[in-house]
């Protein structure tokens, strides 16, 4: 039997403290769908997140990228869902981070599949 899901939550690091302080306001609230972007960086793919008004917000590490070039060379639908944000002191000078939802599905259950993921959203924007 196909796989016809995948759902994990995955880490993220941004590009700068700068950059990491706007997941802090309004254009970046926990339950927003974010897109993903596959860019070869050094060699290697990256997956790149970009919020709803076409902002590079962050990316992921080796591990998480590979794992979604994978669920997207199998033609899998993605949806990455903000569901967590957090500052760490160290290492100096300190860094902002996060957490999406990731969900991989068969598009042939994109309806399906799309309501389950807009309900979780939906739940986590109200802290659920």
Do not use: H
Not at 63 to 80: D, F, T, W
């Amino acid at each position: 039997m196909e796989q016809s899901y995948e759902g994990y939550y995955a880490r993220f690091e941004t590009p700068s403290k700068e950059v990491g302080s706007l997941l802090m306001g309004a254009d970046n609230l926990v339950g927003d769908d974010y897109q993903v972007d596959f860019r070869v960086e050094d060699g290697r793919v990256v997956v790149w997140l970009i919020n709803k008004f076409n902002a590079e917000m962050g990316y992921f590490g080796a591990v998480e990228s590979r794992r979604l070039q994978l669920a997207n060379a199998k033609g899998q639908k993605i949806r990455a869902i903000l569901s967590f944000v957090a500052y760490s002191d160290e290492p100096e000078p300190g860094k902002y981070w996060g957490e999406m939802a990731v969900i991989c599905f068969n598009p042939a259950y994109e309806k399906e599949m799309n309501a389950f993921a807009d309900r979780v959203a939906q739940r986590m924007a109200e802290g659920i």
